[in-house]
C-alpha cells in the first residue's frame, strides 16, 4: 500500500514539474501565479496520497463461510480495541446461549493518515493486548474461546474469520459514537449484508 502511495505521488509529482516547466517556458507567469500554483499542487498531492487509502479500506468481499459437520453454536465476536475488556467479556456471556466456542477479533483500529504516520508496531500492539486481555478473561470463565488480531477493516476482519471459524452467530462489538472507529459507520447494516450469518451488534463502554 505504501508502494501504491508512493507511485501515485511519484506520477502525480512529475505531472506538476513538467506542466510548471511548460509554464515557465512559454508564458512566464508572475510571482503570485506561481504562489497560487504551489498552493493547488499541494491540494493534488494531498489528494492524491489520502483518495486510495480510502477506496482501498473500505473494499471488502466475502469469503465462503467456514463448514462444520455438526450444529453445534459458535460466536464469533468482532470488538474495537476500544470497547472496555470487562464490559466486552460480560456481553459476550451474556449472550452465550447453548454456545460451545467463541472466537473473537480485534481489528487493529488506525487513523486516517496511517500509512503516512508508519504507526502500524503501536496499532498492532494494542490490539493484541485488547484481544489477549478479553480471551483470558472469558477462558477463566470457564469458555472455549480463541482470539486473533484482524486486519485494520472490521468487516475484513469479520469475512477472514467466518472463513476458518464456523460461526453461527457474529457479534459486533463497538464504543459510544464519540470513540467510534472512523471505518465502523454503518457497520451493522454492511456487515449483514457480507454474510448469511446472523449479526448483531452492541455498543460496549469506552476503556479510554
Known amino acids: 500500500m505504501k508502494t501504491r502511495v508512493a507511485v501515485i505521488l511519484s506520477t502525480i509529482g512529475a505531472g506538476l514539474g513538467i506542466y510548471a ?9 508572475p510571482p503570485l501565479g506561481w504562489v497560487g500554483f504551489a498552493i493547488v499542487s499541494i491540494i493534488v498531492l494531498g489528494l492524491g496520497a489520502l483518495a486510495p487509502l ?3 479500506r473500505t473494499r471488502v468481499s466475502p469469503q465462503r463461510p467456514a463448514a462444520t459437520g455438526d450444529a453445534r453454536k459458535r460466536l464469533l465476536v468482532i470488538a474495537d480495541s476500544h470497547c472496555s475488556e ?6 459476550i456471556l451474556a449472550r452465550l446461549h447453548g454456545h460451545v466456542a467463541v472466537h473473537l477479533v480485534v481489528p487493529v483500529r488506525v ?16 490490539a493484541e493486548q ?11 470463565r470457564g469458555v472455549s474461546t480463541t482470539g486473533s488480531v484482524g486486519s485494520d477493516k472490521p468487516l475484513e476482519s469479520m469475512t477472514d474469520a467466518l472463513g476458518f471459524f464456523p460461526a453461527t452467530d457474529v ?17 451493522l447494516e454492511k456487515a449483514r449484508a457480507l454474510t448469511a450469518v446472523p449479526v ?3 455498543v460496549v463502554p469506552a476503556n479510554r
Not at 21 to 29: E, S
Not at 130 to 140: D, N
Not at 171 to 187: F, G, I, V
Open 21 to 29: 516547466l511548460i509554464v515557465a517556458l512559454l508564458i512566464h507567469p
Open 54 to 56: 480510502a477506496f482501498e
Open 86 to 91: 470487562t464490559a466486552l467479556c460480560a456481553e
Open 111 to 126: 487513523s486516517h493518515l496511517h500509512y503516512l504516520t508508519d504507526d502500524e508496531l503501536r496499532e498492532g500492539q494494542e
Open 130 to 140: 485488547s484481544m489477549s486481555m478479553s480471551v483470558g478473561i472469558l477462558q477463566k
Open 171 to 187: 457479534l459486533l462489538a463497538t464504543p459510544p459514537e464519540e470513540e467510534s472507529y472512523w471505518l465502523e459507520r454503518d457497520l
Open 200 to 202: 448483531r451488534q452492541v
